[in-house]
């Protein structure tokens, strides 16, 4: 079993930064793809960024091109989410995915909130 610790979520301003970080312990897999999903208030869990655990497949969705980046961590199995730029509406609940052959995990989540 996987297990998936979040952290780096805070309280920020429009137009500030903020990193998330993921690390997978357990019986993780080294060919995963790993990434960061959201789910405001009211609102469906919605995908973020995905990336593959050799850094070449990832993907973003198109509400945070250009202002979030992926990125893996030298161990595979840790995942960084930088958020620049950020706005009210990236405020949610953040939570870390991993995939693999042996199946899925989710992280607990942690908040991020942008204030106006």
């Known amino acids: 079993q996987v297990q998936l610790v979040e952290s780096g979520g805070g309280l920020v301003q429009a137009g500030g930064s903020l990193r998330l970080s993921c690390a997978a312990s357990?019986?993780?897999?080294?060919?995963?793809?790993m990434g960061w999903y959201r789910q405001a208030p009211g609102k469906s869990r919605e995908l973020v960024a995905t990336?593959?655990?050799?850094?070449?497949?990832?993907n973003y969705a198109d509400s945070v091109k250009g202002r979030f980046t992926i990125s893996r961590g030298n161990t595979k199995n840790t995942v960084y989410l930088q958020m620049n730029s950020l706005k009210p509406e990236d405020t949610a609940v953040y939570y870390c995915?991993?995939?693999?052959?042996?199946?899925?995990?989710w992280g607990q989540g942690t908040q991020v909130t942008v204030s106006s």
């Open positions: 995915n991993y995939r693999a052959i042996s199946g899925t995990a």
């Open positions: 990336i593959n655990s050799g850094g070449t497949n990832i």
């Open positions: 357990g019986n993780a897999f080294s060919l995963n793809t």
